[in-house]
């Protein structure tokens, strides 16, 4: 656990954004209300600025950005391809906004940070690293602050899984804070079975009733207890 003398790092803020089923011209009208322009943008850079913008007025210094998810935006991956293979009309357009790191990209511009902004492709095992690299980067003096986030675009329209976006702001001040964030070397439990989005939401749930330990790849975890 780390020692009394070392930084802390807390939890200070977070924010959900669901799609619940909204199509691309809603999710732009609701980015317009932000004073977004988002025509250019896939739906998963949607979901990201929706889900992150509302902590804007959170920021204090320099911020940085950790966003993972399973992939950027398939739905805009499979037209692309498909335009591609069947009709041989390559969108170079398209195919930049479908990068990795587009959707931080437009984040980091949007909120007019200049830290780190990385994007991670996650799976179970890997789905608490972009808090660990967070927490890190906090350790090391590189920010003040670190916007983690996890996002999901679901693959078809027809489907039961959430769409949308989860973010948590970390900082090294006490003031506010949800709860204080540490890395340990105690195991800690597997997490259940469920969609993308749930571990992120369901933490901050059990966060409110007793000290969480969320797994890492390396044996080792990260406790969030309430201040």
């Not at 990209?105 to 890997?126: C, D, E, M, P, V």
């Amino acid at each position: 656990m780390l020692a009394e003398t070392e930084m802390k790092i807390y939890l200070q803020a977070t924010h959900c954004f669901m799609a619940e089923g909204a199509d691309d011209k809603t999710l732009r009208a609701h980015l317009q209300m932000l004073g977004i322009d988002g025509r250019r943008l896939t739906r998963f850079s949607q979901l990201i600025l929706l889900g992150a913008l509302p902590l804007a007025d959170k920021l204090q210094g320099q911020t940085a950005i950790f966003c993972g998810s399973p992939f950027n935006s398939p739905r805009k991956f499979d037209k692309m391809f498909e335009n591609l293979m069947q009709h041989n009309l390559p969108s170079p357009l398209d195919f930049m906004a479908n990068l990795n790191n587009a959707a931080t990209f437009q984040l980091a511009q949007a909120l007019q940070t200049h830290g780190n902004a990385i994007f991670l492709a996650l799976n179970r095992q890997s789905y608490w690293q972009p808090l660990a690299l967070a927490i890190l980067e906090l350790l090391d003096n590189d920010c003040d602050q670190a916007l983690v986030g996890w996002g999901l675009e679901s693959i078809t329209e027809n489907t039961t899984e959430r769409e949308g976006a989860v973010f948590w702001l970390l900082g090294t001040s006490p003031t506010p804070a949800l709860a204080e964030v540490e890395f340990i070397t105690e195991d800690a439990p597997d997490m259940s079975a469920g969609d993308f989005l749930a571990p992120s939401m369901a933490m901050l749930e059990q966060l409110k009733r007793e000290a969480v330990l969320l797994p890492l790849s390396d044996g080792r975890a990260i406790r969030l207890a309430s201040v």
